[in-house]
């Protein structure tokens, strides 16, 4: 996985305003080591795609990833980049 | 293979060491998790490099034994030639590891028969279980080991694991998968992989991997994971024989365990040579400087440069206990140049690209291996969660849920805890015609039935709070719960993860303490801790039981219910009050999993609820009933004089003067005798130790509208809040006034009025919980914590208690 392609041909947003029911594909995680290793244990790494299960707008949201479902707080979801995946895309 | 009767002198001090963990269980593991590695001068932690037996001794890569090893793990799966052993006993360790929600404790009590709780939310294990099996001439010793996610060691849990399989090096590490999601699960067996232990992949809940049309090869899988596999469905306890032939066949085949190295891509590989390179030279040299036994120094040395890379504060802080400080620099200078060096090349830090190789790893395996690829079906689960999570109907769903287990313990529970009390009042009555007049007597029916009764009519409703609970835990709702409260929770600074200890508060403080251990933020976990108090404990439950029923007899269900709202608010106040004083800096990130709803198993609830309750009942049998005599020696001791005695009996025998001449009627003369006897108990009440005591703090509650009674009750109740009813019992019983529950019930009521009946549960709901709470608090948060635990709770209780009722005085 070459993170310049990752990075380029579409637009990043914050997993915050991603909307629900979209595939997302999660390119870069702005947080400590901390908070990578705790993510990447709980089935999120970067280059991963993820849906967005349940976005409350506000409030946390819940993502599936690796066919789990992983409950994200709203400050967490402000430091995950990612850009939109169309189906087929992937 | 360790054969435990061989006469290795560190192989014996290592097994003092556990079966003193054993007894003295958690208190032991978290002194040893203070130190964080610095204990490495305990004998027990010494391990000899040179050992033979010591199968973690810095890896050989390359195993000439390896085409040997992969017959053995193909025999794994399908052969059942077990051997018979004719040996002395054996002494194997067996650590049970695993993701929460994969099942482990099922697992864990499907093997060893022990009743310990299973629960479908993150962090139910907090704390070290072990139980024993005997089987064959081998004693099998499980460890139960918290459920985490990874061995970063970034929680108490996950440390907690990591220490046990570096420190203990158990034999055999049981690796408990969640089978019907293996890609994530497999992570933690990848960290497992990467320690090189001696491994047996469980793949439970195997059923639901059947379903979800998943076929796999497991021979092949196994070969490629370098464990054995076996199949398993907890909840049926099905397979559990499979893992104890195949920790045995291991053991008696001379099971050498195949290597697998995981591949993280050459940046990584060449930066992990480099390191491994210096880790060892560094060592060498000053091994003939200082002669150390630290196990991190023993342990395989690519491991601890791969936490290196990952940038691990554990290992390094270990390393900075055992290397010279030039030594350190050098190791970090280069570690950070490894670093920098590959962010500037692949553009990651590495524990990205390391994790990325795990999965890669778990990926290429699991489709090497998959016959027929499955389909995760979660979608049902998704549609309930589109409802209870809902942000307009998930908070109304989760407060209409709470109010129902409310009316449950209260409409159902009534019954048998009437029975109870028909029960506890009979025997008494019994007791009164069977026993003359007698101090021992007294004991029994004043101090036993009056004090250790009074706690235990409370049973059946405490036992389906505690189903309700274990039904929220095992169904996956805990973590729901979890999700709806974060926002609110999110306003007074914390996440909805801490709500989860404060859930399990309202059936008791005790564990709600110790799960509060899987909030990593030091500052977080305070906070929750402190104000876990505030959640009504199943403790508290009679006092408001007792005089919510006694005071609003119809509306006692939502005065309870309005007690326990109180309880909320009150956390809610003081969080962020703590958060703005005390306790400033920004939460951790909210990160939690939400299992699939599960439909609980009707013998998991038993043995958690049961498990709670026994704990329940054995406090009345053991700390209420010795603080019942207590109670019971001070309301009787010193006796009143014959003194003070003479004018009462002396009216006594004028009355019966006056029945025999006619005066008075039967009935006159029973109602005056009646009344002077109480006369007199009440006396002897204010002369015994206990009147005195009270009377002496009565100054102190007389604001609140407590009198030397309830005064007394809430001193007794620091004791454990069971205490305050029993003791109301005694109280009322030797008084006179009262005999049995009912009959309390009455006296309360003409004692008090419904405003001091609803201050003194508004009193007894703030301060601190039970002496018990406070020894958990004290190991989990420091004694200064807990000081301050103390003076806060004690304050607020009182000053919000003086409020209520100096306020409440004008309305009455």
Not at chain 2, 101 to 119: C, D, L, P, R
Not at chain 2, 228 to 249: A, H, Y
Not at chain 2, 308 to 333: A, C, F, G, H, R
Not at chain 2, 565 to 575: D, K, N, P
Request: charge should be positive; aromatic fraction near 10%.
């Amino acid at each position: 996985m070459d993170p310049e392609t990752l990075k380029t041909d579409k637009k990043i947003i914050l997993l915050a305003h991603a909307s629900q029911g979209k595939k997302y594909r999660v390119v870069n995680i702005a947080g400590g080591h901390c908070l990578i290793s705790r993510l990447n244990a709980m089935g999120i790494v970067i280059g991963d795609v993820i849906k967005v299960i349940y976005q409350t707008w506000g409030g946390p949201m819940t993502i599936a990833v690796k066919g789990v479902r992983i409950a994200l707080g709203r400050g967490i979801a402000h430091k995950i980049e990612v850009t939109e995946v169309k189906e087929g895309d992937q | 293979m360790k054969f435990k009767t061989s006469s290795n002198s560190k192989d014996k001090t290592k097994r003092s060491f556990k079966k003193k963990i054993v007894r003295k269980g958690i208190n032991e593991i978290i002194s040893c998790l203070g130190c964080q590695g610095s204990c490495m001068q305990c004998p027990a932690f010494t391990n000899n490099p040179n050992n033979p037996n010591n199968r973690n001794n810095p890896v050989n890569p390359d195993n000439p034994n390896n085409s040997n090893n992969l017959d053995n793990a193909n025999n794994a799966i399908n052969a059942n030639n077990i051997k018979k052993i004719s040996n002395p006993v054996r002494e194997l360790d067996i650590a049970l590891v695993g993701s929460p929600n994969s099942g482990k404790t099922t697992i864990f009590n499907n093997i060893t028969g022990a009743k310990q709780h299973v629960g479908n939310y993150p962090g139910v294990t907090v704390e070290i279980k072990t139980g024993t099996r005997k089987y064959n001439g081998y004693k099998l010793n499980f460890i139960d080991l918290p459920g985490t996610y990874s061995l970063t060691a970034f929680s108490e849990e996950e440390r907690i694991t990591r220490n046990f399989i570096l420190k203990e090096k158990p034999d055999i590490v049981l690796n408990i998968i969640d089978a019907s999601n293996l890609e994530r699960n497999l992570y933690l067996t990848t960290q497992l992989i990467e320690l090189n232990c001696q491994m047996i992949l469980v793949f439970n809940m195997a059923d639901l991997m059947e379903k979800s049309g998943l076929h796999l090869d497991l021979e092949l899988l196994s070969n490629l994971l370098g464990a054995s596999i076996v199949l398993t469905v907890g909840s049926k306890n099905l397979g559990t024989q499979n893992i104890i032939d195949e920790i045995i066949k291991i053991n008696a085949n001379s099971y050498i365990k195949k290597n697998i190295k995981i591949n993280y891509g050459d940046e990584i590989e060449n930066e992990l040579i480099k390191i491994t390179k210096l880790l060892s030279s560094i060592i060498n040299s000053q091994n003939k400087a200082v002669s150390f036994n630290n196990y991190i120094i023993n342990y395989n040395l690519e491991w601890v440069s791969l936490k290196l890379l990952e940038q691990d504060n554990l290992i390094l802080k270990e390393l900075s206990e055992v290397l010279s400080l030039s030594n350190l620099n050098k190791l970090t200078n280069l570690v950070d140049g490894s670093i920098n060096h590959i962010k500037k090349i692949t553009g990651y830090y590495p524990n990205t690209l390391i994790a990325e190789a795990r999965y890669g790893f778990i990926k290429g395996a699991l489709k090497e291996s998959a016959i027929v690829k499955g389909k995760n079906d979660v979608l049902l689960s998704d549609k309930i969660d589109q409802v209870l999570l809902n942000k307009v109907f998930g908070l109304p769903i989760f407060a209409v849920i709470m109010w129902l287990i409310f009316q449950l313990v209260f409409k159902i529970g009534d019954y048998p805890t009437r029975w109870l009390q028909l029960g506890f009042n009979k025997l008494s009555e019994l007791l009164s015609v069977l026993m003359p007049d007698s101090l021992l007597k007294s004991l029994l029916i004043d101090g036993v039935i009056g004090g250790v009764g009074g706690v235990l009519v409370f049973t059946p409703k405490i036992m389906i709070l505690f189903i309700c609970i274990a039904f929220l835990e095992d169904s996956g709702y805990m973590a729901r719960a979890a999700f709806i409260m974060d926002r609110i929770m999110h306003k007074i600074g914390l996440h909805g993860k801490s709500f989860i200890p404060m859930l399990i508060g309202f059936g008791c403080t005790v564990p709600a303490y110790m799960c509060s251990r899987t909030l990593e933020n030091k500052n977080d976990r305070l906070i929750t801790l402190h104000i876990n108090t505030f959640m009504s404990c199943g403790g508290r439950l009679p006092i408001y039981i007792l005089f919510a029923g006694t005071f609003f007899t119809n509306n006692a269900g939502n005065v309870i219910f309005a007690i326990y709202l109180i309880g909320i608010l009150m956390a809610v106040v003081f969080a962020k009050v703590l958060r703005a004083t005390r306790f400033k800096g920004e939460s951790e990130p909210f990160v939690m999993e939400l299992p699939v709803y599960r439909m609980p198993t009707l013998r998991g609830i038993l043995i958690h609820m049961w498990e709670r309750t026994w704990h329940y009942i054995k406090k009345a049998g053991t700390v209420i009933l010795s603080i019942s005599i207590i109670i019971w020696i001070l309301f009787t001791f010193p006796r009143i004089n014959n003194e003070i005695v003479k004018p009462y009996n002396d009216q006594i025998v004028l009355l019966e003067q006056k029945f025999s001449q006619g005066l008075i009627s039967n009935s006159e003369l029973d109602l005056n005798i009646k009344k002077i006897k109480q006369e007199m108990s009440l006396k002897q009440l204010d002369y015994s130790s206990a009147g005195r005591i009270g009377h002496f703090i009565e100054p102190l509650f007389k604001p609140l509208g407590f009198d030397w009674r309830l005064a007394l009750a809430s001193i007794a109740g620091i004791a454990g809040k069971e205490v305050v009813v029993s003791t109301l019992g005694t109280t009322f019983s030797i008084s006179g006034a009262s005999n049995g529950y009912e009959s309390l019930r009455s006296s309360l009521k003409d004692a008090y009025n419904p405003l001091i009946g609803f201050n003194f549960m508004l009193f007894c709901l703030l301060y601190f919980p039970c002496i018990a709470g406070l020894a958990v608090f004290q190991r989990e948060a420091g004694t200064k914590e807990m000081i301050f635990q103390i003076f806060f709770t004690i304050t607020l209780a009182w000053v919000v208690s003086l409020i209520v009722y100096q306020i409440g005085k004008f309305f009455i």
